[in-house]
């Protein structure tokens, strides 16, 4: 075995996965307002910024060769409501900055988050009966908003909409909505697989939401991080309801779930290298303790080989410049 891994080009020739920027998906963070960036300062070298501060960003992702961009808004506490209503306001944060990419970048994929928790004032992904003692979220009730919510980002030109909040269902009034609408080419990515993760803590810091639940938890309808059949019954729902993509989030500690849905179902699957192990991997490096390059590149290369068509990475420009290089 040692022969063909003694030069370089028989390791090259035998290479069974690489990575490319083909395979990134780049998530932003969006603030209201111009002129405006703020360091998030569990990501080093994450900022959320405002519209205009996105645009050249977007450029060089496009110029890099990353094919998509995930935006994330972070809303002003006073447009969050128990009943989420700024998630589908026309004239709101998402829609705006989603109309003025496709302007600018036409060629560049947008790619919308759908749930409720950046506009609750309670944090939830969904509705919750103000009644109830526990916070349960009510699931049909937030069906018709998150489809509202699809709605608005795809008439605004979002190519691909993200169902993240795990409500049973919301695939297919999703994908009904956007049919009787004629809005037959936007793409259905749907977060199948998403668990109730401690490894979400500096993403909830960068939108502005740690802290904020309240009443209830997440776990109530995120998956428990110790199943994984259940990810393919998941899967095989949203599939079946018109998802085109399914995700894996998080990514590394879920690489099996990966590997689970690649191989049972066959079809676009992604991962999202999530805050978490973006700041640990970051963190280690700036102490020296791991050669962040190297450690970056691998980390993504397993997300390659376990079956992943593309990653959501907060690396995605970094790899792509040295993939560049």
């Excluded at 709605?151 to 994908?175: F, N």
């Excluded at 997440?218 to 259940?230: L, R």
């Excluded at 970051?282 to 068509?309: T, Y």
Aim: net charge negative; glycine share 8%; hydrophobic share 45%.
């Amino acid at each position: 075995m040692r022969r063909m891994r003694r030069d370089d080009f028989s390791r090259r020739l035998m290479r069974e996965h690489t990575l490319t920027a083909d395979d990134l998906i780049y998530p932003v963070f969006v603030l209201e307002g111009s002129g405006r960036t703020e360091a998030v300062a569990s990501m080093p070298g994450v900022e959320r910024m405002s519209l205009d501060r996105l645009l050249p960003v977007a450029e060089k992702a496009l110029k890099l060769g990353v094919p998509a961009l995930a935006l994330f808004p972070v809303v002003d506490g006073s447009r969050k409501t128990p009943g989420a209503e700024e998630a589908w306001n026309p004239a709101g944060l998402v829609p705006t900055v989603v109309a003025r990419l496709k302007q600018e970048f036409p060629e560049l994929g947008v790619i919308t988050d759908v749930a409720l928790d950046p506009y609750t004032s309670h944090g939830q992904d969904g509705l919750i009966d103000p009644a109830d003692p526990r916070g349960y979220v009510m699931n049909d009730e937030t069906l018709e908003a998150l489809a509202k919510q699809a709605l608005c980002h795809a008439r605004a030109g979002a190519d691909v909409v993200a169902p993240s909040d795990m409500m049973d269902g919301r695939i297919g009034r999703i994908r009904a909505m956007l049919d009787a609408e004629k809005l037959i080419h936007t793409r259905i990515l749907a977060y199948s697989a998403k668990y109730a993760s401690a490894f979400y803590g500096p993403f909830r810091d960068a939108v502005g939401s740690a802290g904020n639940l309240g009443k209830g938890n997440k776990s109530t309808y995120q998956m428990d991080p110790g199943n994984s059949d259940e990810a393919l019954r998941e899967v095989a729902l949203d599939l079946a309801e018109g998802a085109d993509m399914v995700m894996v989030k998080p990514g590394m500690p879920y690489l099996d779930i990966v590997r689970r849905v690649k191989e049972e179902f066959g079809v676009p699957t992604y991962a999202y290298q999530v805050s978490g192990e973006y700041a640990m991997l970051k963190a280690a490096a700036q102490n020296g303790w791991l050669a962040h390059d190297a450690v970056m590149m691998e980390a993504l290369l397993s997300f390659k080989r376990a079956g992943c068509d593309g990653i959501l990475t907060y690396f995605a420009l970094e790899v792509a410049t040295l993939l560049n290089a």
